[in-house]
């Protein structure tokens, strides 16, 4: 079964600007509607120049401690972001995509604020940064501090794409070798697990626009095709074909194809 890679390489910062526009303009508003947080969005997105500086200063927001201040993490958050500027453009995507597939998000203000499965996956991007630049004692320290915070575990060398949207996010758990592709939608008590006790690959590879829904484990070294679509509460054991959609436990083929599950969030069965 062909698997397509998470998005890589250098991209113009469309979504990035188009955010960023977006998201300033937003918290204007909210700040002249709610003048007692004015100083909250003020420092939070208002003060900054650009997305970039308002991710690091909300990773060091969220991620500080008494072992690490909030100046050491912006100051790692900012470098991240800035030594790779995808990071910037992968996180606007990710900001868009919960716009545009939750009904419950009313602007980008809420994921960049308050959505926990946004700001994991933030905190993730610049962990995998780290381990990348063989920093992994610092990178498991954000994991760690990202599990204790959020209640979601995503192992920083795991691969992921962009335009992610991981809904609600507690009790998620994302191994070291998985991959998971652009455009998935995960939901809460997802677990993208390994089995056995060897090294090596045997986390699961996740397709683009897949749909994972709430409670589903998938485990193993196993492929799961794009645009397919896991019912909530599965238990995927092997391959699951591009645009199928499986349920049960074991998890097994129940209905025909289907066409961008992420992104229309059905999760009903025929």
């Not at 526009?21 to 120049?49: T, V, Y």
């Not at 990710?94 to 998000?105: G, K, S, T, Y």
């Not at 009313?106 to 959505?115: A, D, G, I, T, W």
């Not at 794409?161 to 994302?174: E, K, N, P, R, Y």
Request: proline share 5%; charged share 20%.
């Amino acid at each position: 079964m062909s698997f397509a890679e998470p998005h890589s390489g250098t991209v113009a910062p469309v979504l990035a600007i188009r955010a960023w526009n977006r998201l300033r303009l937003e918290a204007a508003s909210a700040a002249a509607e709610e003048p007692m947080l004015a100083s909250f969005l003020n420092a939070a997105i208002l003060r900054h120049d650009g997305l970039a500086g308002a991710l690091a200063h909300r990773v060091a927001t969220k991620m500080s401690a008494s072992q690490l201040d909030a100046l050491h993490i912006h100051d790692v958050a900012r470098q991240a972001l800035e030594t790779e500027p995808d990071l910037v453009e992968k996180a606007a995507a990710d900001m868009l995509a919960v716009d545009e597939r939750d009904p419950a998000c009313l602007s980008l203000l809420q994921p960049f604020l308050y959505f926990k499965g946004f700001h994991g996956l933030l905190c993730y991007r610049i962990a995998h940064c780290l381990w990348r630049q063989g920093r992994q004692t610092l990178a498991f320290h954000m994991q760690n501090g990202m599990s204790e915070r959020f209640g979601l575990d995503i192992h920083p060398a795991a691969r992921l794409g962009q335009a992610i949207m991981i809904d609600h996010a507690t009790s998620l758990v994302i191994g070291e070798t998985a991959v998971v592709g652009d455009d998935v939608s995960i939901l809460h008590e997802v677990t993208l697990g390994g089995t056995g006790s060897h090294g090596g690959e045997r986390h699961p590879k996740i397709g683009n626009g897949v749909l994972i829904g709430a409670g589903a484990k998938v485990l193993g070294d196993i492929t799961v095709g794009a645009q397919a679509r896991i019912a909530a509460g599965s238990v995927v054991l092997a391959d699951v074909p591009a645009r199928c959609t499986v349920a049960g436990v074991p998890a097994r083929p129940v209905a025909g194809r289907c066409v961008e599950p992420s992104r229309t969030m059905d999760h009903t069965l025929p």
